[in-house]
């Protein structure tokens, strides 16, 4: 992220671009949307419920546990894969002072 000077920017601002930049593909809403579809850690099975192949499926995955949306753990052979919700609550949290701040706004826009 060298070109983009992230050192010029808060700590929260880079954290949230990198939950946002995650989930700019629709795959990886796909997947975390599935992970909370079941309710649990899921060994494998994301690549069957996906029109991915399974490096691309294994792709997503890295992808999100980078940034920090999902955890994955070891179970025998497999990675089992379950939403991580201290980075869902902080995006919670960034969107709902969105919300808070256009409902007092509501009059006031261009």
Request: charged share 20%.
């Given at each position: 992220?060298?070109?983009?000077?992230?050192?010029?920017?808060?700590?929260?601002?880079?954290?949230?671009?990198?939950?946002?930049?995650?989930?700019?593909?629709?795959a990886?809403v796909?997947?975390?949307?599935y992970?909370?579809?079941?309710?649990?850690?899921?060994?494998?099975?994301?690549?069957?419920?996906l029109?991915?192949?399974?490096?691309t499926?294994?792709?997503?995955?890295?992808?999100?546990?980078?940034?920090?949306?999902?955890?994955g753990?070891?179970e025998?052979?497999?990675?089992?894969?379950?939403?991580?919700?201290?980075?869902l609550?902080?995006?919670?949290?960034?969107?709902?002072?969105?919300?808070?701040?256009?409902?007092?706004?509501?009059?006031n826009?261009?």
């Amino acid at each position: 992220m060298g070109a983009t000077k992230t050192e010029h920017f808060t700590e929260k601002q880079n954290q949230i671009a990198i939950l946002a930049k995650a989930l700019g593909h629709p795959a990886r809403v796909a997947i975390i949307e599935y992970l909370m579809s079941v309710d649990t850690c899921i060994c494998g099975d994301i690549v069957n419920v996906l029109p991915l192949a399974q490096p691309t499926v294994s792709q997503h995955l890295k992808e999100l546990k980078n940034a920090g949306l999902i955890k994955g753990n070891i179970e025998g052979n497999a990675i089992c894969y379950c939403i991580d919700e201290k980075a869902l609550k902080t995006l919670q949290s960034y969107f709902a002072a969105i919300s808070s701040h256009l409902e007092k706004k509501k009059n006031n826009c261009c």
